[in-house]
């Protein structure tokens, strides 16, 4: 009985590393895409969102967020969800943003279903 519940517990811990491992994995590569990195640096410089919440102080991908990449060819689609704090209120912001011939651009990008410019 108590070696059933031993093996039972380390098929548990296997389980729950490899989870974790994967996650890990998955947030690390998502965040060091091309496109994640142009949309925070947009989202770092914008001063339209900073004359909202303030200087922007951390950008992240939610665990739970939203988030959906496509391709085709060389072109690039990007939807997702980040966590953005600032020094005066912390929001969800909703972007949209396309790569076509090389270039990245936000088609939408909104905060609670509000446009908001990344300018």
Not at 41 to 66: D, K, M, Y
């Amino acid at each position: 009985m108590k070696n059933v519940q031993l093996r039972r517990r380390t098929r548990v811990v296997i389980l729950v590393t490899l989870v974790v491992i994967v996650f890990i994995g998955s947030y690390l590569r998502e965040t060091h895409s091309g496109g994640y990195r142009f949309i925070e640096n947009r989202i770092e410089h914008s001063r339209t969102l900073q004359s909202q919440i303030g200087p922007v102080l951390r950008v992240h991908l939610s665990p739970f967020a939203s988030y959906h990449y496509r391709t085709a060819g060389s072109d690039e689609w990007l939807t997702i969800s980040l966590e953005v704090t600032g020094a005066l209120e912390r929001v969800t912001l909703d972007i949209k943003a396309k790569k076509i011939s090389g270039v990245w651009q936000i088609e939408q990008a909104s905060i609670e279903g509000r446009p908001i410019a990344l300018d």
